[in-house]
C-alpha cells in the first residue's frame, strides 16, 4: 500500500507543482482527527489554514489513506495526530508526502477527549507546538486558547449543575470502551465495558447479558466510532435503554464543535435516564 501511495502521490504532485494554496494564512496545519481540528482552529483562527484528514464518524483504525491526504501534508508546515494505536497509517502517510519541512507532533493525552479536563490539557499542548512553530504570532494564540479554555470550563460548570438532579451515580450502565472516560466523567455507575461488534462471539454476548442482569443495567451506551451497533443485541437482551456517542465533533449533524458534540452525549444521556 506504501509503494502505490507513493507511485500516485509523486504524479499528482508533479501535477500541481508551481499551483499556489496560499490562503493568507501564516501557517498550514493538518489534523489526523476532527477533534485535534477544532481546537487547532479554535486557537489559530485566521492565522493559520487547517485541514483534517479522517472523517469524524470514522473509526481512526479503520482509515485508508488516499492520494488527497498525501496532498495535504505534501503542502502542510504542521502536522497534529493522537499516536493512536489505530492511526499507523501516519507514517506511510508522512513518508509518501515527501516534505522534509514538515513538522510532526504527537498529542498524547490520557482519557477521553470530550471529557473538560482532557480538552483543556490538549489546548495547553497544542498552544505550546504553535507557538513553537509559528512564534511571531504567539501572544495570538495564547489570548485564543485562553478564550478557549475559559469557554471549554463554563461548558463543564454547564454539564454539572444540568446532571447534578439527575442522581447518575444510581443508574447503572456498559458501555463500549472507547466511552468508558466520559461515561466516568458523567458519573454513571459502568458495570462493564465492550469491544468492537467484531469482538463479539456467541459467549462474549452470554457473559455480558450475564454481568449485565447481575449488575441491574439500565442503559447500554454505544460509541459511534467504533461500531455504532455493537451494543444493539446485548440492549435487546437486557431490555434496556441505549444511546450512541460520539467522540468526535462533527460525528452527528449540528455537532461540528466540540460544545455542541458534547452537549449532544449528554442530552441523549438525560433523556434515556429520564425515560
Known amino acids: 500500500m506504501a509503494l502505490a501511495i507513493t507511485l500516485t502521490a509523486f504524479l499528482v504532485l508533479s501535477a500541481f507543482a508551481g499551483c499556489s494554496t496560499d490562503s493568507g ?30 472523517p469524524p464518524a470514522q473509526c481512526p483504525g479503520h482509515f485508508d489513506v488516499g492520494v ?12 497534529f495526530m493522537h499516536g493512536w494505536q489505530g492511526e499507523k497509517f501516519t507514517q506511510e502517510l508522512i513518508d ?39 512564534s511571531d504570532n504567539c501572544s495570538a494564540y495564547e489570548e485564543a486558547a485562553a478564550a478557549y479554555k475559559s469557554v471549554v470550563q463554563a461548558k463543564s460548570d454547564e454539564i454539572v449543575a444540568r446532571i447534578a438532579g439527575a442522581d447518575l451515580p444510581s443508574v447503572n450502565a456498559m458501555c ?24 463479539f462471539t456467541p459467549q462474549v454476548l452470554m457473559d455480558l447479558v450475564d454481568t449485565g442482569r447481575e449488575g441491574n443495567v439500565t442503559l447500554v451506551i454505544d460509541n459511534l466510532q467504533s461500531g455504532k451497533d ?35 452525549n449528554v442530552d441523549l444521556i438525560l433523556q434515556a435516564v429520564a425515560d
Open 25 to 54: 494564512a501564516s501557517l498550514s496545519v493538518v489534523t489526523s482527527t476532527s477533534m485535534l481540528e477544532s481546537i487547532v482552529e479554535r486557537i489559530g483562527g485566521d492565522l493559520i489554514d487547517v485541514v483534517n484528514i479522517i
Open 68 to 79: 488527497g491526504d498525501v496532498m495535504k501534508l505534501a503542502e502542510a508546515d504542521l502536522f
Open 96 to 134: 509518501s508526502a515527501d516534505n522534509p519541512d514538515l513538522v510532526v507532533v504527537v498529542i498524547n493525552i490520557e482519557g477521553n477527549w470530550m471529557t473538560p479536563p482532557v480538552q483543556l490539557q490538549a489546548t495547553d499542548e497544542i498552544l505550546e507546538e504553535l507557538c513553537e512553530v509559528d
Open 176 to 199: 463500549a470502551d472507547m466511552q468508558a472516560g466520559f461515561v466516568s466523567w458523567l458519573g454513571l455507575n459502568l458495570v462493564q465495558t465492550y469491544g468492537r461488534p467484531d469482538s
Open 230 to 264: 455493537a451494543g444493539a443485541a446485548l440492549a435487546d437482551d437486557l431490555d434496556c435503554s441505549r444511546v450512541i456517542l460520539t467522540n468526535f465533533p462533527g460525528g452527528f449533524d449540528d455537532t461540528e464543535t466540540w460544545e455542541k458534540a458534547i452537549d449532544y
